[in-house]
């Protein structure tokens, strides 16, 4: 059974930084993935990408994040992590991780709650 499974949320101040990790596992590999990203759902909105990074290593950030986030990946742990750095209080919200797979199957994570207290 395909995971995706997500850690490193919690509450920091305006400012602060966190790292988020979604480690894959059940059979499918993140390095063979078309692509995997992070989605954030803010109370009362969308789900809505924020960051992204494709089979060729092409990375695409949301407008709102250019600069302070940064996506990466570590194919030998299977794991896809997001730095997130200068954090303010619009950044909260549950952190999804994402992967699509070669046969055009999407696949989420249970969440991780990040939250900015200014």
């Known amino acids: 059974q395909v995971q995706l499974v997500e850690s490193g949320g919690g509450l920091v101040q305006a400012g602060g930084s966190l790292r988020l990790s979604c480690t894959a596992s059940?059979?499918?590999?993140?390095?063979?993935?078309?692509?995997t990203g992070w989605y954030r759902q803010a109370p009362g909105k969308q789900r809505q990408l924020v960051a992204s990074?494709?089979?060729?290593?092409?990375?695409k950030y949301a407008d709102s994040v250019k600069g302070r986030f940064t996506i990466s990946r570590n194919n030998p742990e299977n794991t896809v992590y997001l730095q997130m750095n200068t954090l303010k209080p619009e950044d909260t919200g549950v952190y999804y991780c994402?992967?699509?797979?070669?046969?055009?199957?999407?696949?989420w994570g249970q969440g991780t709650q990040v939250t900015v207290s200014s």
């Open positions: 994402n992967l699509l797979s070669t046969g055009l199957l999407q696949y």
């Open positions: 059940g059979g499918i590999f993140i390095s063979n993935a078309m692509a």
């Open positions: 990074i494709a089979n060729d290593d092409y990375t």
